[in-house]
């Protein structure tokens, strides 16, 4: 009784404590509102300008010094040197776990605030080093071919609101006087495509507003003092986001009480003239923004922006708006500042003692470790091939293209320290159980001479080759001799270097019996002027036969044994007026692996995407893994009946046809720099895999809608989607087990709580995610099929049992009645649903709402 006692004090005393922060930052936020308009009242018309765009300059009469509103946070302090590396937001989210969320940006801010404090007052106001940080991003994932679905937390807005409410306070600080840096939310609202973001302003439905777009925003406000919040590029219902004052005035600041500062996303003001053409000129993109309630808008580069922040003043001089427009923008903006204590005497502000020593600190490390932990899901383990123990396997080997990288994903800066590839977490964590190998090799280096040979001359070296005038590889060849190698470097003209050679075009092929050293995956590039490609056994490894075919375009490894001879040809085209170049390198494993007994070894393969197939300014309009990848993987598979496939991603992977052919697949995501120890941790069964998904992984992603139709209720997400998933919402499997029993629902006026008792059934230590879905039974309306409303980590011991409370309040039931234009909770039956993923519903009971 006295535990229990003590845990109720406990979360009184945290209430009391944010009820106190809370009434403290409103005193803050008037005191500086007081402040920033008494700046505001003493200055001129040009220095207000000074102050509108990204890059403010300063005013020296006033003790105003210049600030850079750019800088970047969304995993660690990026893009200014070395900072501890976290995993990107998809893995935080698959960790379901908003307490250690906080206790990163709680280190990512101490980071920040260090580099600050260290830097010079010129150096305070360079973009990357000021305090204004432009995280998170709460875009709802609703579509997987978006690009930037890894800077998410994935396509469920309540569990996005958890995560991201937990961001801000880390970033913000509990001090009551000073932010400790400025979280900023993005992109408000519905920027969900790349290839037409800068113009595209889609139509969509206040419902679809209102119940999917706009919670996160909404929550983030009302739970946090978050205070700063970026428009999109992209407009909504025909009108440019940043010039839409029904979204920033009357939406964000009537309606939902935000206060602080709206800057808009870069390059904005030129893009409203000239992509957007919703402003005729400047001057008038300048007003749209500033009246619709914009207080900072960024430009696109430095020469731009000098002329872009006078639009605001010509905007004034033409009567487009009032004077007392502009400064309600400045004042807010400069409020923002003045939090931050950048405009006063900040001798108590306890973030400007914060020491680089923080930078890289072994407790930050082992946060990033602890998210690549909680944030690895593990989605297939057939056979139990996992966890690798000594008494499975005798040795682990790596293949793929990632074995010897480190993915941070986008938005990244240097790691603070050793960023931790697979192969070296493992020799790190278990080099002492297991004899470990890698099928990689190092250089890129031509073939030599002594593996090649004349094809049906077996004691002739070299490689037959064959020139065709042209550029079609038609006709008979002019001629036919044997070269060295796959090595044709020349100069212009050529006729005189090699007269041989066809001109003014040609066309080659070289062929050779290729004998390799090494059993193990070989990987092949080709350097050429012109088209080139490859083939290993008449299979095509490499085909850049276009105009200027760009290099090292390599295979993703073809398995190849010692000693066995293959057959290996290339061709080329050269066009006019170019010189020759079509250069064939190689690397070759870095150890010999043989496949004997391959019963007793575990092969890893590290593959999936990299940030640049799917990122900011670019969709990726298919999600399979690339061929080449697949090719390995079936060839690999054949021979090792143990294998783990891990994939590296920042979006959705159709996964079905790779489900088929490796029993065990583990998704890592984009991992930061301790992700490798993480990985050995996990495979080893140091650490239990505990992650669960969250979005859903779909069969045929081109069963989905259209990807610029924005209403998810046509298809989209676990709350629409019936069927086409290979891998639901809230999935992910562990090495143990975990049974739910005995749930009890009660409820009141205000609140439905479910209890229930969760066991460790299995073997292993672990942790769980219990998850809670309502679905409602007797709408009129549509509904979704069910809704996230309540989720809980713990862990469990083997054999262990805990009673799990989950409780959510009667506002949450709540859906947008387009006719009443308000939110409504219907009378009539619900379904409280506890869940291993949205999928897979085991306990369930039905209440009544009068």
């Known amino acids: 009784m006295k535990k229990y006692i003590l845990i109720a004090l406990y979360s009184m005393c945290m209430l009391l404590v944010k009820v106190s922060l809370a009434q403290d930052r409103t005193a803050l936020h008037k005191k500086a509102t007081k402040q920033a308009t008494d700046l505001v009242s003493q200055m001129t018309l040009d220095e207000k300008v000074g102050l509108i ?51 990163m940006t709680t280190a990512i801010s101490d980071e920040a605030r260090a580099l600050n404090n260290a830097d010079s007052a010129e150096d305070k106001s360079k973009r990357y080093h000021g305090l204004t940080l432009w995280s998170p991003v709460i875009n709802m994932a609703r579509d997987p071919r978006w690009g930037r679905t890894e800077e998410t937390y994935g396509e469920d807005p309540f569990l996005t609101t958890e995560l991201a409410s937990a961001f801000v306070n880390g970033l913000q600080g509990d001090d009551p006087n000073y932010l400790k840096t400025v979280a900023t939310i993005k992109h408000f609202v519905v920027n969900n495509t790349e290839h037409n973001r800068l113009y595209v302003r889609p139509d969509v439905s206040e419902r679809a507003l209102r119940e999917y777009y706009f919670p996160a925003y909404r929550d983030v406000i009302a739970r946090t003092d978050v205070e700063s919040i970026m428009t999109a590029y992209n407009g909504l219902n025909g009108i440019p986001c940043s010039a839409n004052k029904w979204l920033v005035t009357d939406i964000l600041r009537d309606e939902w009480g935000f206060n602080g500062t709206v800057v808009t996303d870069v390059g904005v003001p030129g893009h409203m003239v000239e992509k957007h053409k919703y402003a005729k000129n400047g001057p008038e993109a300048a007003m749209l923004m500033i009246t619709a309630g914009v207080d900072m808008y960024s430009g696109s580069d430095r020469a731009r922006e000098v002329n872009e922040r006078t639009w605001s003043k010509q905007a004034v001089e033409q009567g487009l708006m009032k004077e007392s427009d502009l400064d309600q923008a400045i004042i807010r903006n400069l409020a923002t500042r003045i939090k931050l204590g950048l405009l006063r005497s900040d001798e108590d502000n306890p973030y400007t003692k914060i020491s680089t ?26 056979n139990e091939v996992l966890p690798a123990t000594p008494e499975k396997y005798k040795s682990i080997l790596f293949a793929g293209p990632y074995v010897n990288d480190a993915p941070f994903g986008a938005y990244s800066g240097n790691a603070a320290g050793i960023a ?56 008979e060849p002019v001629s036919v001799r044997t070269d060295r190698g796959f090595d044709l470097d020349l100069p212009k003209p050529l006729a005189h270097i090699d007269p041989e050679i066809p001109q003014p075009t040609f066309s080659a092929r070289w062929t050779a019996e290729l004998t390799p050293n090494r059993t193990g995956l070989h990987y092949f590039s080709i350097t050429a002027l012109s088209g080139a490609r490859v083939w290993i056994n008449d299979e095509k490894v490499l085909d850049n036969w276009h105009s200027k075919a760009s290099d090292n375009e390599e295979s993703q490894g073809i398995f190849l044994e010692a000693g066995k001879t293959v057959d290996l040809k290339v061709e080329y085209y050269n066009e006019e007026a170019e010189p020759a170049r079509a250069l064939l390198k190689w690397v070759e494993p870095q150890e010999d692996v043989t496949i004997e007994n391959p019963e007793d070894k575990l092969l890893i393969y590290v593959g999936g995407l990299t940030w640049r197939m799917s990122k900011e300014s670019h969709d990726r309009m298919n999600s399979i893994l690339p061929e080449d990848q697949m090719k390995e993987i079936k060839a690999l598979a054949a021979i090792y009946p143990n294998m783990l496939v891990v994939l590296n991603g920042g979006t959705v992977m159709q996964l079905s046809e790779l489900n088929d052919v490796v029993p065990s697949i583990l998704l890592q995501w984009f991992p930061g720099q301790e992700g490798g120890y993480a990985l050995a941790e996990l495979i080893t069964g140091k650490v239990n895999p505990s992650g669960h998904l969250p979005l859903t ?131 009539g039956r619900y379904e409280i649903q506890i869940g291993k993923s949205s999928a897979e519903i085991v306990e369930k009971q039905i209440i009544t709402v009068k």
Not at 704 to 722: A, C, Q, V, W
């Open 53 to 103: 765009e990204m890059t403010s300059l300063p005013i020296d009469r006033l003790d105003i010094p210049g600030h850079h509103w750019w800088n970047e946070a969304l995993h660690g302090v990026a893009r200014r040197g070395e900072a501890t590396q976290f995993p990107v937001p998809l893995s935080m989210a698959s960790g379901w776990n908003p307490s250690l969320i906080k206790d």
């Open 357 to 382: 020593i923080v930078v890289g600190a072994e407790h930050h490390l082992e946060i990033a470790r602890q998210i690549a932990r909680e944030g690895a899901v593990l989605l297939q383990n057939k």
């Open 420 to 475: 931790a590839t697979p192969m070296l977490g493992m020799k790190a964590i278990a080099g002492d159980q297991f004899e470990i190998k890698s099928q990689l090799g190092g250089k890129w280096l031509f073939i030599p001479e002594g593996n090649l040979n004349v094809p049906g001359r077996p004691n002739t070296k070299g490689v037959t080759g064959e020139y065709f005038a042209g550029t079609k590889l038609e006709g």
């Open 697 to 827: 992984f779909y069969t045929d992603p081109d069963k989905l809608p259209d990807f610029e139709d924005y209403e998810i209720s046509k298809g989209r997400t676990y709350m629409y989607m019936k069927d086409n998933v290979t891998y639901p919402f809230g999935y992910g499997l562990s090495y143990t087990a975990f049974n739910y029993s005995g749930l009890k629902v009660t409820q009141n006026k205000k609140e439905v709580s479910a209890v229930l008792d969760v066991t460790n059934t299995g073997v292993m230590d672990g942790d769980d995610v219990i998850q809670l879905y309502v679905s409602n039974l007797d709408s009129e309306v549509y509904q979704p099929i069910r809704q996230l409303k309540a989720f809980k980590r713990i862990s469990l011991a083997k054999g262990e049992t805990k009673q799990v409370t989950l409780h959510f309040s009667m506002d949450d039931m709540q859906w947008w009645d387009v006719n009443k234009q308000k939110y409504v909770v219907n009378p």
